[in-house]
């Protein structure tokens, strides 16, 4: 196998070989989310968790360093996640980072831009992992870096220098651990377009996140940040990015901290992947991004609402955003701890946005957990609950509302981290010396976790009913005697709402109480008219009657603590 390319000059961006194509609908495919290095190596023999025999006690330092996970470990665990129901991988950076870094197990702060690092594999390996996936009709997500690289040089005198009223301070030097004479591979930064002090903006570390000047032009802690717009990095970035389509054949890109980036570079970014995507076979590449932000910041850079910055032209730029404006209301609504108005408030305005309220949820991938928990003191969402089956019902609303449901890595084997950094969200599923709950040399593969088992039956819905991939979304107002109905006004209640696609309407019942409940609740009595029964589509074993109340259709829903129902027509 040749070596990783030194420049982006000489790249070759033809296919010699048929790339697979694009899905359809992104909304098909239930995307989950690991961290390579946290996920799974490939030794053998590494034993299960078992409660009250593992043995406990870990080294917090351990969180901080590399434990061992690889691209060869992921490959060998598609099935675990096929199984689950997810049919689309998002990894976290694969791209080689400071070797002398040990703290950069995460993937975020990239050295050389054309390498995989050698700590997860070879160019190879991900080939082989998304052969392997394409083979099981899954898909494979790159999670990708544009506005800082890590921290490949330092400020005069070698200590840290922070952002002051946008002064552009002066270069000091390369970091260099091999010294022998020029530039080898762990060495300053690659490709070598990128060697140049000036292609950097030195303007200092970040001091205040909510300046938004700073917070684009500022170093992201000590990663440094690059000059997107100028046209010898954009353009450099452009060609390392096709690269990794043409030869890893993957089929989307996450991209990282799209806020700390001028709009016009993300929108010439994203419009280049887009146009060379469809060049080589691949119709329907899916760009993505973190923009940490209400639905207003990121109407800016999301399907016809794309705007240049600082101007009215639109232009196109992401397929869809990570939906922060639903995590950070979810939790509590989940939880009991919220009345569901500002839930539902935030879908109905979608009919204003969206000319197709309908199609709303392609432009955003929904998620309860990650590997930050911005807005929530580092700690996994089940963290400190006492009702494990909360996680199910989060899961249920990602997989039955609007947008690309996406699963972070062991929350399905109710993974509950929480501390006071971020180590503790990034736990190993496969024996590690960082295990979760304070294990060591155990994995966590367990398709037989009742969690597991929980959000696969909920996937398995959202697969054959298209409804709930792609119908309009109503929140349903409830009534407890059957004639008085209304939305809830209390946290513990009955959660429902309907998909409809064309003549189907899926009703989402969702119990948030830990005591049982049974309740009224309103359908659409053209397509679930009264006299006709609902069955439940995660227990067909039963079903319930529509009947008319005060010129409505309602079904009284009976639910266990914590229950999810699935109805329609029988």
């Known amino acids: 196998?040749?070596?990783?390319?030194?420049?982006?000059?000489?790249?070759?961006?033809?296919?010699?070989?048929?790339?697979?194509?694009?899905?359809?609908?992104?909304?098909?495919?239930?995307?989950?989310?690991?961290?390579?290095?946290?996920?799974?190596?490939?030794?053998?023999?590494?034993?299960?968790?078992?409660?009250?025999?593992?043995?406990?006690?870990?080294?917090?330092?351990?969180?901080?360093?590399?434990?061992?996970?690889?691209?060869?470990?992921?490959?060998?665990?598609?099935?675990?996640?096929?199984?689950?129901?997810?049919?689309?991988?998002?990894?976290?950076?694969?791209?080689?980072?400071?070797?002398?870094?040990?703290?950069?197990?995460?993937?975020?702060?990239?050295?050389?831009?054309?390498?995989?690092?050698?700590?997860?594999?070879?160019?190879?390996?991900?080939?082989?992992?998304?052969?392997?996936?394409?083979?099981?009709?899954?898909?494979?997500?790159?999670?990708?870096?544009?506005?800082?690289?890590?921290?490949?040089?330092?400020?005069?005198?070698?200590?840290?220098?922070?952002?002051?009223?946008?002064?552009?301070?002066?270069?000091?030097?390369w970091r260099e651990p091999d010294t022998t004479p020029g530039f080898q591979r762990d060495d300053a930064i690659w490709p070598v377009e990128l060697q140049d002090p000036d292609l950097f903006k030195r303007q200092g570390e970040i001091v205040d996140w909510h300046d938004l000047a700073q917070a684009r032009d500022g170093d992201f802690f000590s990663l440094k940040e690059l000059d997107l717009p100028n046209p010898r990095v954009l353009d450099t970035l452009i060609k390392a990015y096709k690269y990794w389509i043409v030869n890893g054949d993957v089929d989307g890109f996450r991209i990282d901290t799209v806020k700390h980036m001028e709009s016009s570079a993300t929108a010439i970014f994203c419009n280049a992947m887009r146009e060379y995507a469809k060049r080589v076979g691949k119709h329907n590449f899916f760009l993505f991004g973190e923009i940490v932000g209400e639905d207003a910041v990121i109407q800016e850079y999301i399907g016809r609402n794309a705007r240049i910055e600082g101007t009215h032209e639109r232009f196109p730029s992401l397929h869809a955003a990570l939906d922060f404006p639903l995590y950070f209301v979810l939790e509590n609504v989940i939880k009991g701890l919220a009345d569901p108005a500002a839930l539902r408030r935030r879908y109905q305005a979608f009919r204003e946005v969206y000319t197709d309220h309908g199609e709303a949820g392609r432009y955003f991938v929904t998620f309860v957990d990650n590997h930050d928990q911005v807005g929530r003191d580092h700690k996994r969402f089940i963290a400190g609950s006492p009702y494990p089956q909360q996680t199910v019902l989060a899961c249920a609303y990602l997989l039955t509302a609007q947008g690309v449901p996406c699963l972070y890595y062991g929350t399905e084997q109710g993974f509950d981290g929480a501390g006071p950094d971020d180590r503790y969200l990034r736990e190993c599923m496969f024996g590690g010396q960082w295990g979760a709950f304070d294990t060591t040399g155990a994995h966590f593969f367990n398709p037989g976790h009742p969690t597991y088992r929980g959000i696969r039956a909920l996937a398995a819905v959202r697969a054959a009913q298209p409804a709930l991939r792609y119908g309009r979304q109503y929140f349903r107002e409830i009534s407890g005697n059957g004639h008085d109905f209304g939305h809830p006004l209390d946290g513990r209640c009955t959660l429902a709402y309907s998909r409809i696609l064309d003549s189907d309407e899926i009703l989402v019942c969702l119990n948030l109480d830990d005591r049982e409940r049974q309740d009224f609740i309103t359908v659409d009595r053209h397509l679930s008219a009264p006299g006709t029964r609902m069955r439940d589509l995660l227990r067909p074993d039963r079903t319930f009657a529509v009947v008319a109340s005060g010129g409505r259709a309602c079904v009284r829903v009976d639910l266990g603590p914590h229950e999810v129902a699935l109805l329609k027509v029988d």
């Open 1 to 173: 196998m040749s070596a990783a390319p030194f420049s982006v000059s000489n790249l070759d961006f033809h296919p010699n070989r048929p790339l697979y194509p694009s899905p359809r609908d992104w909304r098909d495919h239930p995307i989950y989310f690991l961290m390579v290095d946290r996920f799974d190596d490939d030794r053998p023999g590494v034993p299960a968790y078992a409660p009250g025999t593992t043995a406990v006690g870990r080294d917090p330092e351990q969180g901080k360093r590399f434990q061992g996970g690889n691209l060869r470990g992921v490959t060998r665990r598609l099935d675990y996640i096929r199984d689950l129901g997810f049919t689309a991988i998002w990894l976290s950076p694969i791209f080689k980072n400071r070797i002398a870094a040990l703290d950069s197990y995460h993937g975020y702060g990239i050295q050389d831009f054309l390498q995989v690092d050698p700590r997860f594999g070879t160019l190879e390996d991900l080939r082989n992992l998304t052969a392997a996936a394409h083979k099981r009709g899954m898909y494979v997500i790159l999670d990708i870096v544009l506005n800082h690289s890590g921290d490949v040089w330092g400020y005069p005198g070698g200590h840290p220098y922070f952002y002051s009223g946008g002064q552009r301070f002066p270069f000091g030097f």
